[in-house]
């Protein structure tokens, strides 16, 4: 199945950047000045719905992703073989989020 973007979010350097997808990843991306992007990992999985949002840490080492699954999970490193912590609670799909100016806290 094709990845189509619902929404994508940068690093704060702009070097990497998120894909929210409608197969139910996320992806990431390297950016290179004059270059096409390259996938720069495995998908990240974790959601069994639609990916709305992403959104990187300021820090840039976790990433929010926010799902019609009702879920949102920070993923740890961006990295599949570290699962990231899902935040549950929510009735209805949650179709975005934002880091707290000090990255301790996802609302």
Same mark, same amino acid.
């Given at each position: 199945?094709?990845?189509?973007f ?6 704060r ?8 997808g ?7 991306w390297?950016t290179?000045? @004059? +270059?096409?992007a390259?996938?720069a990992?495995?998908p $990240?999985? *974790? !959601?069994? #719905?639609?990916v %709305? ?23 740890? @490193? +961006? ?7 899902? $935040?549950? *609670? !929510?009735? #209805?799909?949650? %179709? ?12």
């Amino acid at each position: 199945r094709r990845h189509t973007f619902l929404s994508v979010g940068f690093t704060r350097r702009c070097r990497e950047v998120a894909s929210a997808g409608d197969d139910k990843t996320v992806r990431l991306w390297r950016t290179e000045v @004059g +270059a096409q992007a390259d996938a720069a990992a495995p998908p $990240l999985t *974790g !959601h069994t #719905d639609e990916v %709305r949002a992403v959104s990187y840490s300021p820090c840039g080492a976790f990433l929010l992703s926010c799902s019609d699954d009702a879920t949102a999970i920070i993923h740890k @490193g +961006a990295s599949p073989q570290e699962p990231g912590e899902t $935040l549950r *609670g !929510h009735q #209805d799909p949650v %179709r975005c989020g934002a880091w707290a100016s000090s990255g301790l806290r996802v609302a």
